[in-house]
């Protein structure tokens, strides 16, 4: 499971940290692309198979206890960094690796294709929030900050490991994955 640590805080809510813990165990059953990319049709060795599907094929990834609550055959190591910046800030790194000279509400960044290699204390990817849109779209979609903080942490994760939504395809399959977890949180 990815580790994780806060550059700076939101300046006008507090986050509950637990509740961005509980994103990041969720977020650690969820087979990255990479694996999908990997299976072979197969059925589930047991109840405790996850069914992914990629272009038709469906298999199965089984998640590994280590006995400690732990996946030991954890493909996301390392730590993610989670910063709020100000939404000129999010812009200008918009533009200058999208493309996209606007602002959003999260960009997402990884260091790496796989992440099984990393040690615990290596950096694989950031989050980047925008405060002022999470405060915006928590208002618009009536509910906390921290909510809408949580879905942009969860949506921004999924991205790191290879889900994506230029697709109609991808989305459906990234968007089974969110829905999901939303659920959970």
């Not at 493909?75 to 602002?103: C, M, P, W, Y």
Request: proline share 4%; hydrophobic share 35%.
């Amino acid at each position: 499971m990815f580790k994780y640590q806060f550059i700076n805080h939101p300046e006008s809510f507090v986050l509950d940290d637990s509740r961005i813990a509980r994103v990041f165990e969720l977020v650690s059953r969820v087979p990255p692309v990479s694996v999908i990319a990997r299976l072979e049709p197969a059925p589930p060795e047991n109840g405790e198979a996850i069914q992914v599907s990629k272009r038709g094929t469906t298999g199965s990834f089984v998640p590994q206890d280590d006995g400690h609550g732990q996946n030991a055959g954890n493909t996301q190591n390392g730590i993610l960094n989670i910063a709020f910046l100000s939404d000129e800030e999010i812009r200008v790194l918009n533009r200058d690796h999208r493309g996209i000279d606007k602002t959003t509400d999260v960009l997402s960044f990884h260091y790496y294709d796989d992440f099984s290699d990393l040690g615990s204390d290596d950096i694989a990817g950031e989050v980047i929030l925008s405060e002022s849109r999470i405060l915006a779209q928590a208002l618009e979609h009536q509910h906390s900050p921290q909510k809408e903080t949580e879905i942009l942490v969860l949506h921004s994760i999924l991205h790191i490991i290879g889900y994506d939504h230029e697709e109609d395809e991808e989305y459906e399959e990234m968007w089974k994955w969110e829905g999901e977890l939303r659920g959970k949180l």
